[in-house]
């Protein structure tokens, strides 16, 4: 199963709303996970299937989406939220995440 | 807390095997699964294959079918990663990762947490 996000980078503001949208090429039902990426870092759960918000993760982080089509939305980016996110399909093998999307300060 | 710490940097040869381990702590290590990941420069994520702590089950992404080898020992509380016929293209970051699964309206979720921290393994003459 192919994830492809967009976009692949974004430049943003302090305070801008933001999403990102993670597409699979054929359904996975709920079995999608949203991580964050810091450089040099390993990635951190945000989110999982597909809406759940990990615990300690700020509320401004919220996520959807069912069958082929998620999104990612921060509400008002931080300056920690300036990383990179991948998403991820647990839905069958091999496992497979997005190509990325890298979120820079505008 | 729960926690996963990698073992350090390698340097292989083409040709050479590496192993990598992945020790455990702040649970219990045979009641989960792992799983090993793989990120090479630029690349985006890539899932490598699985073992049950407790039963030693495996399971294995094709592209990596005859080349790895996952095991585990209990005792220490640690998980290997063996990865074998290095290339240049196995040069990238190695993490091993606890799966974490929840039942949820019918369905069983999973998803990875925590990572280990990444042992970088490059490949060159």
């Known amino acids: 199963i192919q994830l492809t996000q967009s976009p692949s980078s974004l430049s943003a503001s302090v305070g801008d709303r933001v999403t990102i949208t993670c597409r699979a090429s054929q359904g996975i039902r709920g079995y999608l996970v949203w991580y964050q990426q810091k450089p040099g870092q390993a990635p951190q759960v945000l989110i999982y299937?597909?809406?759940t918000l990990q615990g300690g993760v700020p509320s401004r982080f919220s996520g959807s989406g069912s069958g082929t089509h998620f999104t990612l939305t921060i509400s008002s980016l931080q300056p920690e939220d300036f990383a990179t996110y991948y998403c991820q399909q647990l839905n069958s093998y091999p496992y497979t995440f997005g190509q990325g999307t890298k979120l820079e300060i505008k | 807390q729960v926690q996963l710490v990698q073992s350090g940097a390698e340097v292989k040869k083409p040709g050479a095997s590496v192993k990598v381990s992945c020790k455990a702590s702040g649970y219990i290590f045979t009641n989960y699964t792992l799983h090993w990941v793989r990120q090479a420069p630029g690349q985006r994520l890539e899932w490598m294959g699985w073992i049950n702590a407790g039963n030693e089950n495996t399971q294995f992404s094709q592209k990596f079918q005859g080349r790895i080898t996952l095991t585990r020992d209990t005792s220490a509380n640690t998980a290997y990663m063996e990865l074998s016929s290095l290339t240049s293209e196995d040069t990238a970051v190695y993490y091993c990762a606890r799966q974490v699964t929840a039942p949820v309206n019918g369905l069983l979720l999973r998803w990875f947490d925590p990572w280990g921290q990444g042992t970088l393994v490059t490949v060159s003459s």
């Open positions: 299937p597909a809406s």
